[in-house]
């Protein structure tokens, strides 16, 4: 069984190979988040609100990042709007 950090490292390699999907110029935005969403809906009910806590959650921390210029300024300050919803995710 992997421990924690084997986990976590796991999620950082796989988070980078879609970051690496996203770095090119010839990106279709929404042909990828269609990708992204097909395969959430095809995971088990309890998996889909799973990630999407965990999200929330990714996302509210991202909205407290100090490394901020005007490449992703805006996404900080979106981070930050959706941090303030009061939504709780539970699992169920």
Same mark, same amino acid.
């Given at each position: 069984?992997?421990? &924690?950090?084997?986990?976590?490292?796991?999620?950082?390699?796989?988070?980078?190979?879609?970051? +690496?999907?996203?770095?090119?110029? +010839?990106?279709?935005?929404?042909?990828?988040?269609?990708?992204?969403?097909?395969?959430? &809906?095809?995971?088990?009910?309890?998996? &889909?609100?799973?990630?999407?806590?965990?999200?929330?959650? +990714?996302?509210?921390?991202?909205?407290?990042?100090?490394?901020?210029?005007?490449?992703?300024?805006?996404?900080?300050?979106?981070?930050?709007?959706?941090? &303030?919803?009061?939504?709780?995710?539970?699992?169920?």
């Amino acid at each position: 069984m992997n421990t &924690q950090t084997e986990k976590e490292a796991n999620v950082q390699e796989h988070i980078k190979a879609i970051i +690496s999907e996203l770095n090119s110029m +010839s990106l279709d935005d929404e042909a990828m988040a269609k990708a992204i969403s097909n395969t959430i &809906q095809g995971e088990h009910r309890t998996l &889909q609100q799973s990630f999407f806590r965990v999200l929330k959650l +990714s996302i509210s921390d991202y909205g407290r990042n100090s490394f901020v210029d005007a490449r992703n300024e805006k996404s900080r300050e979106w981070c930050n709007e959706v941090a &303030q919803v009061e939504t709780y995710i539970p699992f169920i």
